[in-house]
């Protein structure tokens, strides 16, 4: 291959490769991944396979628990992963910390939905009983 390979493009790689790469990239497991996102393992096995997509309101949540932007989730184009190339240049420490940024910015992200929902539905309550 070329230097010039797009390697999340839309040529290179699928929905799922991006999915795949970026859930490495921030240090999880399908299972742990299916876990934040209330999900089973098997429909994230799915989505990786590309036997299947999430739906909008999971590729939202995806995009925040992984730090990556939907529209490159989905095409390989805007903020995502750097190439391996990129990466495998970075000092293995720095690199860890890197990942280690990655996870905790998506954790932050997947907290505040969960907190968000959770206040909806505190309002939802209130409103009930009044």
Same mark, same amino acid.
């Given at each position: 291959?070329?230097?010039?390979?797009?390697?999340?493009?839309?040529?290179?790689?699928?929905? !799922? $490769?991006? =999915?795949?790469?970026?859930? &490495?990239?921030?240090?999880?497991?399908?299972? +742990?991944? #299916?876990?934040?996102?209330?999900?089973?393992?098997?429909?994230?096995?799915?989505?990786?396979?590309?036997?299947?997509?999430?739906?909008?309101?999971?590729?939202?949540?995806?995009?925040?628990?992984?730090?990556?932007?939907?529209?490159?989730?989905?095409?390989?184009? !805007? $903020?995502? =992963?750097?190439?391996?190339? &990129?990466?495998?240049?970075?000092?293995?420490? +720095?690199? #860890?910390?890197?990942?280690?940024?990655?996870?905790?910015?998506?954790?932050?992200?997947?907290?505040?939905?969960?907190?968000?929902?959770?206040?909806?539905?505190?309002?939802?309550?209130?409103?009930?009983?009044?």
């Amino acid at each position: 291959m070329s230097d010039t390979t797009d390697w999340y493009g839309p040529e290179t790689a699928t929905f !799922g $490769d991006r =999915l795949a790469a970026a859930r &490495e990239a921030a240090g999880m497991t399908q299972e +742990i991944l #299916a876990k934040r996102l209330g999900v089973k393992h098997k429909t994230i096995q799915a989505w990786e396979d590309d036997f299947s997509e999430p739906r909008a309101n999971r590729l939202n949540m995806l995009a925040g628990v992984l730090n990556i932007s939907i529209v490159w989730l989905i095409t390989g184009e !805007g $903020d995502g =992963l750097p190439d391996p190339s &990129e990466t495998e240049a970075l000092d293995p420490d +720095i690199n #860890a910390i890197l990942t280690e940024i990655r996870a905790l910015r998506g954790q932050f992200r997947a907290q505040a939905d969960k907190l968000g929902r959770l206040e909806k539905q505190l309002r939802t309550v209130l409103k009930e009983t009044v």
